[in-house]
């Protein structure tokens, strides 16, 4: 079942669909790459906050709905305490518009190379997963999901385990993470405008500071750095410049990595 519809994104189909439709309809720059991306980096607030920004990763997927058949999902857990990545034992993820299957044979491969275990308690109640779901069912067509929690593990460990299930052209990688946390606005533009220079040099070594999901980016950009693809900023705000006032705010940023 969704744990975070009605808190997060609309929990009727109807009205999360006409969400997702607003927000992917916006037009974004184009991109000095012209093909599909292999990977993204998104936010994970509820979608007022930082659904158009997560929507311009998204956007950028346009005419892959049949070509991506499995999606390598990461994201920080914000409630329960692990060590290590942590994967779901079910066979479905559900959102209000349906189902999507889990990848067992990514799943049942990560344990096997002792790269990741099964953990339900971490995904029970995890937003930063959950809110990618209706983005992906809204550009895609027919896939499946593998959905990792990342607790206390070095950059190093995600990426050895995003190695492993890399996948060719068919397999996407989306990272989960918010950017600066509860500073002002004018602070987190500063602090933000350096992680996002961080992002595009494909440093991994950003804090958590700079971004909740920090280890799950620093391990893609590890991987970019080692395979040399190249990364572009897509959007990047504040939930000042959303649905916030100014004082206290959340940083978002979205960034698209491509094979070249």
Same mark, same amino acid.
């Not at 158009?52 to 049949?66: E, F, N, P, T």
């Not at 189902?99 to 990741?116: M, N, T, V, Y």
């Not at 602090?191 to 971004?211: K, N, V, Y």
């Not at 990047?236 to 004082?247: E, I, L, V, Y």
């Given at each position: 079942? %969704?744990?975070?519809?009605? =808190?997060?994104? /609309?929990?009727?189909?109807?009205?999360?669909?006409?969400?997702?439709?607003?927000?992917?309809?916006?037009?974004?720059?184009?991109?000095?790459?012209?093909?599909? /991306?292999?990977?993204?980096?998104? %936010?994970?607030?509820?979608? $007022?906050?930082?659904?158009?920004?997560?929507?311009?990763?998204?956007?950028? =997927? $346009?005419?892959?709905?049949? !070509?991506?058949?499995?999606?390598?999902?990461?994201?920080?857990?914000?409630?329960?305490?692990?060590?290590?990545?942590?994967?779901?034992?079910?066979?479905?993820?559900?959102? /209000?518009?349906?189902? @999507?299957?889990?990848?067992?044979?990514?799943?049942?491969?990560?344990?096997?190379?002792?790269?990741?275990?099964?953990?339900?308690?971490?995904?029970?109640?995890?937003?930063?997963?959950?809110?990618?779901?209706?983005? =992906?069912?809204?550009?895609?067509?027919?896939?499946?999901?593998?959905? @990792? $929690?990342?607790?206390?593990?070095?950059?190093?460990?995600?990426?050895?385990?995003?190695?492993?299930?890399?996948?060719?052209?068919?397999?996407?990688?989306?990272?989960?993470?918010?950017?600066?946390?509860?500073?002002?606005?004018?602070?987190?533009?500063?602090?933000?405008?350096?992680?996002?220079?961080? @992002? =595009?040099?494909?440093?991994?070594?950003?804090?958590?500071?700079?971004?909740?999901?920090?280890?799950?980016?620093?391990?893609?950009?590890?991987? $970019?750095?080692?395979?040399?693809?190249?990364?572009?900023?897509?959007?990047?705000?504040?939930?000042?410049?959303?649905?916030?006032? !100014?004082?206290?705010?959340?940083?978002?940023?979205?960034?698209?990595?491509?094979?070249?």
């Amino acid at each position: 079942m %969704p744990a975070v519809a009605g =808190l997060f994104y /609309p929990k009727d189909a109807d009205g999360l669909r006409r969400t997702l439709r607003a927000l992917l309809a916006t037009p974004s720059a184009p991109l000095a790459t012209d093909h599909l /991306p292999k990977a993204l980096v998104v %936010p994970h607030a509820g979608y $007022a906050y930082s659904g158009a920004v997560a929507a311009a990763a998204y956007r950028k =997927l $346009a005419g892959a709905g049949g !070509s991506i058949r499995h999606v390598v999902l990461v994201g920080p857990s914000h409630r329960v305490h692990i060590r290590g990545l942590a994967m779901p034992s079910c066979d479905f993820f559900a959102t /209000p518009c349906g189902e @999507i299957p889990i990848d067992d044979a990514g799943r049942q491969h990560l344990r096997e190379l002792g790269l990741a275990g099964i953990a339900d308690a971490p995904h029970a109640a995890e937003h930063s997963l959950e809110v990618q779901l209706p983005f =992906l069912q809204a550009v895609l067509e027919d896939f499946d999901v593998l959905p @990792i $929690a990342v607790g206390q593990v070095p950059g190093g460990h995600v990426a050895r385990a995003l190695e492993a299930v890399w996948g060719g052209a068919d397999a996407l990688i989306v990272v989960s993470s918010d950017l600066s946390h509860y500073l002002t606005h004018s602070e987190a533009l500063k602090l933000d405008g350096m992680t996002t220079r961080s @992002i =595009l040099a494909r440093r991994s070594d950003l804090s958590d500071e700079q971004a909740c999901g920090a280890e799950g980016i620093n391990g893609l950009l590890e991987v $970019a750095r080692l395979r040399g693809l190249k990364v572009e900023l897509l959007d990047q705000r504040t939930s000042a410049d959303t649905a916030g006032d !100014s004082s206290r705010v959340v940083g978002y940023g979205s960034y698209a990595l491509f094979e070249v």
